[in-house]
């Protein structure tokens, strides 16, 4: 796990486990992974919304499966903030928000997995 993951693990491990994450993006911008509020954006960089439903808990469980998606999508948006050509920096931009959509991927698979079975 690179310090940038192992440094946000550490800064949301200090939540609740069942703080909702509603209306939160997790934001990769300049070397860094942050929660974003409502109606935030990133400034150099890329973000995604969570999963309904979403918990501190799941969003930790993600991280332990699936650290890789997070680390491409950081090497990319550094990539983008590294490059003069404007094409580059678009793929760069693209290929960032594709990651971190895999890793969305694996915190909605972890929140499904948690909930409880309907009764029949």
Do not use: W
């Amino acid at each position: 796990m690179t310090n940038a993951i192992h440094d946000f693990h550490a800064s949301v491990a200090n939540l609740h486990a069942n703080t909702p994450l509603a209306g939160c993006k997790l934001a990769v911008e300049q070397g860094k992974l942050r929660l974003l509020g409502e109606g935030i954006e990133p400034l150099r960089g890329v973000a995604m919304s969570f999963p309904e439903d979403c918990t501190i808990f799941d969003l930790l469980e993600a991280i332990e499966l699936d650290g890789r998606s997070l680390e491409e999508a950081l090497a990319y948006v550094g990539r983008m903030a590294n490059t003069s050509v404007h094409g580059d920096r678009i793929a760069a931009r693209k290929a960032g928000a594709h990651a971190l959509a895999g890793f969305m991927d694996v915190v909605m698979a972890v929140r499904l997995e948690g909930q409880p079975m309907e009764a029949a």
